[in-house]
């Protein structure tokens, strides 16, 4: 049997997207949207006081999307369309962080001048230092913490531009 695949358009459903995602749980469901939004540069928005240039926008923008893929608390760092480390399925973004760093490194790969994606906010600036530390320049992140204040006065404290996407990867 074969399935013929929708001709295109302009929502998520005729461009035979799901827009919603089902998972079980226990003796009920979760449902919650679908990841389907497809970002843009002019989509970010710059929260602190050093703007990422051009090339660090596109680092960005790749790493988002890897980010996409990685699932629970992902931490990605990437440089010129590659990816160097990454970090998920940890109950902290900050272990993410940690072994995406602790991964490079057995790979023999530097994070200096990096882009770093987290598949939604910081909830604390120890993530944006320890990243900063690694060797990370720029950041995106979906934004939305009560704490974003704290972590965009860090990124300004560590000289690292950092942009909200308002959207976030991470699902349950």
Same mark, same amino acid.
């Given at each position: @049997?074969?399935?013929d695949?929708p001709?295109?358009?302009?929502?998520?459903?005729?461009?035979?997207?799901?827009?919603?995602?089902?998972k079980?749980?226990?003796?009920?469901?979760?449902?919650?949207?679908?990841?389907n939004?497809?970002? &843009?540069a002019s989509?970010?928005?710059?929260?602190?006081?050093?703007q990422?240039?051009? &090339?660090?926008?596109?680092?960005?923008?790749?790493?988002?999307?890897?980010?996409?893929?990685?699932?629970?608390?992902?931490?990605?760092?990437?440089?010129?369309? @590659?990816?160097?480390g990454?970090?998920?399925?940890?109950? %902290?973004?900050?272990? %993410?962080?940690?072994?995406?760093?602790?991964?490079a490194?057995?790979?023999?790969?530097?994070?200096?001048?990096?882009?770093?994606?987290?598949?939604?906010?910081?909830?604390?600036?120890?993530?944006?230092?320890?990243?900063?530390?690694?060797?990370?320049?720029?950041?995106? &992140?979906?934004?939305? %913490? @009560?704490?974003?204040?704290?972590v965009?006065?860090?990124?300004?404290?560590?000289?690292?531009? @950092?942009?909200?996407?308002?959207?976030?990867?991470?699902?349950?």
């Open positions: @049997m074969q399935i695949l001709p295109g358009g302009n929502t998520d459903w005729a461009r035979g997207q799901n827009t919603v995602d089902i079980r749980i226990g003796s009920g469901v979760l449902m919650q949207t679908a990841d939004h497809v970002l &843009q989509d970010l928005k710059v929260v602190t006081h050093k990422p240039t051009p &090339q660090q926008v596109e680092d960005l923008l790749f790493a988002w999307k890897v980010a996409k893929f990685v699932k629970s608390n992902a931490i990605v760092f990437c440089r010129d369309g @590659m990816t160097m990454v970090g998920a399925g940890q109950m %902290s973004r900050l272990d %993410s962080a940690r072994i995406a760093a602790i991964k490194g057995h790979a023999n790969l530097s994070l200096q001048g990096t882009a770093v994606a987290s598949d939604a906010f910081f909830p604390f600036r120890d993530g944006l230092d320890v990243v900063v530390d690694e060797g990370a320049t720029c950041v995106i &992140q979906p934004g939305g %913490s @009560m704490r974003d204040p704290e965009i006065e860090a990124a300004n404290e560590r000289g690292v531009a @950092m942009v909200f996407t308002g959207v976030r990867h991470f699902r349950h």
